[in-house]
T-cell receptor, first 112, second 109 residues
Framework: SQTIHQWPATLVQPVGSPLSLECTVEGTSNPNLYWYRQAAGRGLQLLFYSVGIGQISSEVPQNLSASRPQDRQFILSSKKLLLSDSGFYLC???????????FGQGTRLTVV | AQRVTQPEKLLSVFKGAPVELKCNYSYSGSPELFWYVQYSRQRLQLLLRHISRESIKGFTADLNKGETSFHLKKPFAQEEDSAMYYCALRGQGAQKLVFGQGTRLTINP
């Protein structure tokens, strides 16, 4: 089965600083990969999804960007963090018909 | 468009009491419905899916296409059931997985 590695687990960053969260996948090839954000009291919001190298779709307008430099690597970035970027970020491989999705352990980002 | 609604952000019941976590969806085709659970300090994991029609940890969920619902039920709650529960939908042929807002379930002793 797949394993999603995500780091760091926690991160405290000042407003205006850059961000780079990394996600890597084991146990599968050419996976679809997603970034979700779990903001306080707001559930899981889909931010980006990628169906392959260099292919990124954005679900919501925001201060963040994503990149897929390698088949098993998915990166979430920001040039200048805002306070509203605080939240819990999850990388996921959503699976396909009749299979389950797999999630990373998440990164708790606090922007101060 | 795919949409999942969990009307209750918080739900608190006593140990041994029945539990029902509500989930309603909006999708024009035939969806795949899932319940995911996140226990304290653990990653999000699959609890059950409608295709399997199975009972996991005493939980069941039936897809009601007429009411567009997929409520999660357990007849007798246990303290270890305390967790965050997410209902999720994946559309036909698509891999995009859309989640509801989640319900935090607390089982009181």
């Amino acid at each position: 089965s797949q394993t999603i590695h995500q780091w760091p687990a926690t991160l405290v960053q000042p407003v205006g600083s850059p961000l780079s969260l990394e996600c890597t996948v084991e146990g599968t090839s050419n996976p679809n990969l997603y970034w979700y954000r779990q903001a306080a009291g707001r559930g899981l919001q889909l931010l980006f999804y990628s169906v392959g190298i260099g292919q990124i779709s954005s679900e919501v307008p925001q201060n963040l960007s994503a990149s897929r430099p390698q088949d098993r690597q998915f990166i979430l970035s920001s040039k200048k963090l805002l306070l509203s970027d605080s939240g819990f970020y999850l990388c996921a491989s959503p699976g396909f018909e009749n299979t389950e999705a797999f999630f990373g352990q998440g990164t708790r980002l606090t922007v101060v | 468009a795919q949409r999942v609604t969990q009307p209750e952000k918080l739900l608190s019941v006593f140990k041994g009491a029945p539990v029902e976590l509500k989930c309603n969806y909006s999708y024009s085709g035939s969806p795949e419905l899932f319940w995911y659970v996140q226990y304290s300090r653990q990653r999000l994991q699959l609890l059950l899916r409608h295709i399997s029609r199975e009972s996991i940890k005493g939980f069941t969920a039936d897809l009601n296409k007429g009411e567009t619902s997929f409520h999660l039920k357990k007849p007798f709650a246990q303290e270890e059931d305390s967790a965050m529960y997410y209902c999720a939908l994946r559309g036909q042929g698509a891999q995009k997985l859309v989640f509801g807002q989640g319900t935090r379930l607390t089982i009181n002793p």
